[in-house]
Nanobody, 124 residues
Framework: QVQLVEAGGGLVQPGGSLRLSCTAS????????MGWFRQAPGKEREFVAA????????RYADSVKGRFTISRDNTKSTVYLQVNNLKPEDTAVYYC?????????????????WGQGTQVTVSP
């Protein structure tokens, strides 16, 4: 089992930045591929970004490419999501998730472990 706790959300103006973090406990963090998803009110949860176990491979949703960066520090059992140039449509609850798969997964069904979420609100 892996327990995940997100932090770093908040209220930011359009064009602003935040750094989300997700700290894991339990199963060895380096054996888990990590991802970020988000869910806006009235919408389905969607994939945002994912990173391989070692951190050497990343993948992003087209809507966030060039603005968001996923990274991880296995020594701290933490995955990060740097979100820049935020837009109102980025407003959502952001969830980190862990997958036991050897490859990067973009489907939420491939993730076994989920955090409680952190709210990101982009508004003037």
């Amino acid at each position: 089992q892996v327990q995940l706790v997100e932090a770093g959300g908040g209220l930011v103006q359009p064009g602003g930045s935040l750094r989300l973090s997700c700290t894991a406990s339990g199963r060895t963090f380096g054996n888990v591929a990590m991802g970020w998803f988000r869910q806006a009110p009235g919408k389905e949860r969607e994939f945002v970004a994912a990173i391989s176990r070692s951190g050497g491979v990343t993948r992003y949703a087209d809507s966030v490419k060039g603005r968001f960066t996923i990274s991880r520090d296995n020594t701290k059992s933490t995955v990060y999501l740097q979100v820049n140039n935020l837009k109102p449509e980025d407003t959502a609850v952001y969830y980190c998730a862990g997958s036991p798969l050897l490859v990067i997964a973009v489907a939420s069904t491939d993730y076994n472990y989920w955090g409680q979420g952190t709210q990101v609100t982009v508004s003037p």
